[in-house]
């Protein structure tokens, strides 16, 4: 028999994808509504099972580097490029209210500076703003 899934309300869940809501917010919810403590990670396995588009978006322009160290997963500037990512793939309408003006402000920032990402696995921070220069055509410098 299989064990009793901890999902109590399947609609529920779905307007919270829809909404953006990350893994973590869900997870304080659910220990609010229900008294109840779970893992962020839960809700990513219940979303690859049903087969709902997973929440990164993967573009190789934005982050060109192939594999990223575990250390470096959850960095600002990967995220922001992940964030980016998706609103290029599913529009403005996909980001919450907080990622849209994160998202708004960077670009703006990134725009000032004339900056892009460039990633080095071999350092602690991983992820570093560097000069653009010719070569660079998006917002990440190709390796």
Request: hydrophobic share 35%; no cysteine.
């Amino acid at each position: 028999m299989a064990p009793k899934s901890k999902i109590r309300d399947e609609a529920e869940l779905l307007r919270w994808f829809d909404a953006g809501m990350t893994y973590k917010w869900m997870a304080e919810q659910y220990l609010a509504q229900y008294n109840e403590k779970v893992s962020p990670s839960l809700f990513a396995s219940y979303r690859s099972r049903k087969g709902l588009e997973p929440r990164l978006v993967k573009d190789p322009e934005l982050v060109p580097w192939g594999s990223i160290q575990e250390r470096h997963w959850w960095k600002a500037p990967l995220t922001l490029l992940r964030i980016e990512a998706r609103r290029r793939r599913k529009g403005a309408d996909a980001l919450t209210g907080d990622e849209a003006d994160r998202n708004a402000r960077w670009l703006k920032w990134m725009a000032e500076n004339n900056a892009v990402v460039y990633y080095d696995p071999d350092t602690e921070e991983g992820f570093h703003y560097v000069p653009r220069t010719e070569q660079d055509t998006d917002l990440a410098r190709k390796p």
